[in-house]
């Protein structure tokens, strides 16, 4: 199980908040991605938050210079809305980029993507909020519905041809008190792609947990490793005893 | 020491900065090059790579660069290939039906699914980091082969992306992965041909160290 951080960021700064709210500014996205990286992380995220409202990603020129460092896989996301963006983030250096709200608004973009440069550079991510019994599906970071079922839209991200999925429950991201287990369960049962599993990961009794359901490929982590909680080194210790891995 | 001049093939498949950035954090003096001329010129080749293995040789092809990169191969030149790059130096794959390779190692490249019985169990593409093993080769490496083998970790893992893998005759493979039971080539050579199914550039201080090796051998 990889441990990637998570670094969301607005104007040139790591923010953080709770439930995608309250953002508080936390770092240095490049001095944060370096630390992260000689901590030993598997894999870095790099969100901008504020994308999609401005319609534009304004990450390259942190990825172009993180990638002269940092020599771990980088992700990329918000705001890519065309095959013509994704190029733009991959020439900046970013190995996979992340997709949410374009592919609501149009989900031929996966397969355009896929087909110029395959599956294994698109992470469809889904934000996902509990309203009575089911998750529905929402986009530019936690702020618009869209009426999607999470696990319909999950499979019909997968057959449009996404490489891996990253999920995240608004309800729990921020608040440390553990991943949504009730939604991993859902979307893992019918998923037959890697499964990054994000949203309130606190202390290593969040992993035995998450464990407890199912092994992802992937957790995502933010405030616990922003706030200096807990180290990459301890959690990735402790999968290692747990899973013997 | 004088820096090695490192062609970097540019075919227009995937991320060839990260490549570029690993050698030059070495300083070496890497070419990002679809000039066969560079090809000729340089002391050592890398050839990375992601995607389909057809759109991988075709995009060779088209450039005008097979024929270059198999005359220096075949001069003893240096080359070392990453991920799809690594596959394209096989013989033939069976990604989206039969397509000839490069031909400079014996083998295939075939989906993971297909190295398994219960196919349906295994999740596509493999994302994971995995540790690789020597594999016991009856003749044993020469070459910068050899040389780059002995730069291999067998405690920390490499960074995998890939849901084909090459079976490669015992004289090719130097190290295995396994996923989920499901064994292939992690690293193969021979002579001055070499090439990882990980992306050493993505691979931390573990995948550098290759890197630098082969930088040191050219």
Known sequence: MRVISRLDIKNDFVIKGVQFEGLKKVGSPLAMAEDYYNQSIDEIVLIDSVASLYERNNLFHIVEKAVERVFVPLCVGGGLRSVSDVNDALNAGADKVIINTAAVKNIDIIEQIASRFGAQCIVGSIEAKKRNDIWEVYTDYGREKTGLDVLTWSQKLTEAGIGELLLTSIDNEGTKRGFDLELVHLINSKLNKPLIVGGGFGTTACIDALLSVMTPSAVAIASALHYGDISVREIKNHIRLKKGL | ?218
């Open chain 2, 1 to 218: 020491m004088k820096s090695p001049r490192v062609a970097v093939i540019d075919y227009g498949v995937g991320n060839i900065r990260s490549v570029k950035n690993a050698t030059n954090f070495f300083g070496a003096d890497a070419l990002l090059t679809s000039d066969p001329m560079e090809i000729k010129n340089s002391d050592g080749i890398i050839l990375p790579g992601v995607g389909a293995f057809h759109f991988g040789m075709q995009a060779l092809e088209k450039s005008s660069l097979l024929a270059p990169i198999l005359s220096a191969v075949a001069n003893r030149k240096p080359i070392f290939g990453i991920c799809l790059g690594m596959q394209l130096l096989f013989e033939r794959s069976y990604e989206f039906g039969q397509h000839d390779g490069m031909g400079l190692l014996e083998g295939e490249v075939i989906s993971l699914k297909e190295m398994r019985s219960d196919a349906d169990e295994i999740i596509l593409p493999n994302v994971n980091w995995l540790t690789v093993k020597s594999a016991t080769q009856k003749d044993r490496p020469t070459g910068v082969a050899k040389l780059l083998s002995s730069s291999l970790s067998n405690k920390e893992p490499y960074y995998f992306v890939h849901s084909f893998g090459v079976k490669a005759s015992n004289k090719a493979t130097l190290a295995l992965a396994n996923y989920n039971g499901v064994e292939f080539g992690a690293v193969v050579g021979n002579d001055n041909v070499f090439g990882t199914q990980f992306h050493p550039e993505k691979s931390s201080g573990q995948g550098l160290k290759i890197i630098h090796k082969f930088l040191q051998s050219l």
